[in-house]
């Protein structure tokens, strides 16, 4: 099976900056887009910035600037790079991957998220 593990939330100040990473790993044959989304506290899930496989990336209107979004395929990893944290960008931060994998000697591609990690910017 194939699995998305995030690291990297924390508490930073208002200004500050953190960065996520998210690994994908299984019998994956390829990952197609790489994508970050959060949910803040009685909101419906956002889409933050997603990825393609060939690099090409796009970003939600209130991240533009602040936010870069990167990938290192041969590491079958994302990162979110965000700075310029505002409170607003308090959120669980869920990592999203459409992933191509062997499961009984078929290809199945899927779409899979992350546990969720938690961004908390105190002001």
């Known amino acids: 099976q194939v699995q998305l593990v995030e690291s990297g939330g924390g508490l930073v100040q208002a200004g500050g900056s953190l960065t996520l990473s998210c690994a994908a790993s299984?019998?994956?044959?390829?990952?197609?887009?790489m994508g970050w989304y959060r949910q803040a506290p009685g909101k419906q899930r956002e889409l933050v910035a997603i990825?393609?496989?060939?690099?090409?990336?796009n970003y939600a209107d209130s991240v533009k600037g602040r936010f870069t979004i990167s990938r290192d395929n041969p590491k079958k990893t994302v990162y979110l790079q965000m700075n310029s944290l505002k409170p607003e960008d308090t959120a669980v931060y869920y990592c999203?991957?459409?992933?191509?994998?062997?499961?009984?000697?078929?290809?199945?591609?899927?779409?899979?998220w992350g546990q969720g990690t938690q961004v908390t910017v105190s002001s």
């Open positions: 999203n991957s459409d992933v191509t994998y062997y499961s009984s000697s078929y290809v199945v591609t899927n779409n899979y």
């Open positions: 990825m393609n496989s060939g690099g090409s990336a």
């Open positions: 299984g019998s994956i044959l390829s990952i197609n887009a």
